[in-house]
């Protein structure tokens, strides 16, 4: 009786080892090298989607900065009480409710979770391909797919990032990213 809280302890501090960013979340090597799990999941998901390793985790990086628990920033009534969120999004992918909903219901099944990196992977890579699918957009083009990830099909086909600057040049950023990722996959050991 008296193990239990030791065993609960334990698992509670080992779960918090598991969600913590990489230490070098510039690296995607080192990413992998750190979080073997990431590397399994990562292969998985470009094994059922079709999916380039690199553009999911460069859209990740921008999304979440890896962190498991990310929310959006709060909305503030007089600029300092806090009074919700902008949006629902949550998670490594930074998924919004109803979109993370629709992957449930197509793909994902009914116990993934936004806190948990091969789901979120999974998720991302589920998004990608139906973004190729809807909008023409190819896997690999990450600046393409992230502007249809932030505005939705909708959005991207009516061209809504042609009134936000700042949004293209995040897209690029996070194609840059992509492309550095990429060329660092090709020469990890056992990529």
């Given at each position: 009786m008296t193990r239990w809280p030791l065993v609960l302890s334990l698992l509670l501090i080992l779960g918090g080892c598991a969600t913590t960013p990489p230490s070098n979340p510039e690296d995607l090597c080192e990413i992998f090298r750190e979080k073997p799990s990431w590397r399994k999941a990562a292969v998985k998901m470009r094994d059922k989607w079709g999916v380039p390793v690199q553009v999911p985790f460069a859209m990740m990086y921008q999304e979440?900065?890896?962190?498991?628990?990310?929310?959006?920033?709060?909305?503030?009534?007089?600029?300092?009480?806090?009074?919700?969120?902008?949006?629902?999004?949550?998670?490594?992918?930074?998924?919004?409710?109803?979109?993370?909903?629709?992957?449930?219901?197509?793909?994902?099944?009914?116990?993934?979770?936004?806190e948990n990196l091969a789901d979120s992977l999974d998720f991302m890579g589920w998004y990608i391909s139906?973004?190729?699918?809807?909008?023409?957009?190819?896997?690999?083009?990450?600046?393409?797919?992230?502007?249809?990830?932030?505005?939705?099909?909708?959005?991207?086909?009516?061209?809504?990032?042609?009134?936000?600057?700042?949004?293209?040049?995040?897209?690029?950023?996070?194609?840059?990213?992509?492309?550095?990722?990429?060329?660092?996959?090709?020469?990890?050991?056992?990529?």
């Open positions: 979440s900065s890896f962190r498991h628990d990310a929310l959006p920033p709060r909305y503030y009534i007089l600029g300092f009480i806090p009074w919700g969120r902008v949006s629902t999004a949550y998670g490594y992918a930074q998924a919004k409710d109803e979109t993370w909903a629709d992957y449930k219901r197509e793909a994902g099944g009914w116990m993934a979770s936004r139906k973004t190729q699918r809807i909008n023409g957009v190819s896997k690999w083009d990450a600046y393409g797919q992230y502007l249809n990830y932030h505005e939705g099909w909708t959005g991207y086909r009516n061209r809504s990032y042609d009134k936000k600057a700042w949004l293209k040049r995040v897209a690029q950023l996070v194609q840059a990213r992509a492309e550095r990722f990429g060329a660092q996959y090709r020469k990890c050991p056992d990529g």
